[in-house]
């Protein structure tokens, strides 16, 4: 197969895609399940982000503490009747990290 190299670098150019292996911006990144996790706070009020996943199962704590110490959320409020849930809500960071990918 050819291709032509001038084509095929602006297309790669227009994905505004960063290497994985470039000074440790992968580190920068969130993961798929964070990803996710971040998302689906964009289009809750206030940025609340999910208790549950879409398959009703409780979101995993690590992903949820991983955000937490990325800055990508914080704490909301403490649940009176489950006070180990942790419900929180999106950072500027956050908003940011979810929608630049």
């Not at 419900?87 to 990290?97: F, K």
Request: net charge neutral; proline share 5%; charged share 25%.
């Amino acid at each position: 197969m050819f291709v032509d190299r001038e084509l095929a670098r602006h297309q790669a150019q227009s994905l505004n895609a960063l290497a994985f292996n470039d000074n440790g911006l992968e580190e920068d990144l969130p993961t798929l399940h964070e990803l996710l996790y971040l998302r689906r706070g964009l289009s809750q009020a206030g940025g609340k982000l999910p208790l549950f996943d879409l398959d009703g199962q409780s979101i995993d704590v690590a992903i949820v503490k991983k955000c937490l110490k990325r800055g990508w959320a914080q704490p909301w409020f403490n649940n009176p009747l489950k006070p180990d849930w942790l419900v929180c809500r999106l950072t500027e960071a956050g908003r940011q990290a979810a929608t630049e990918l």
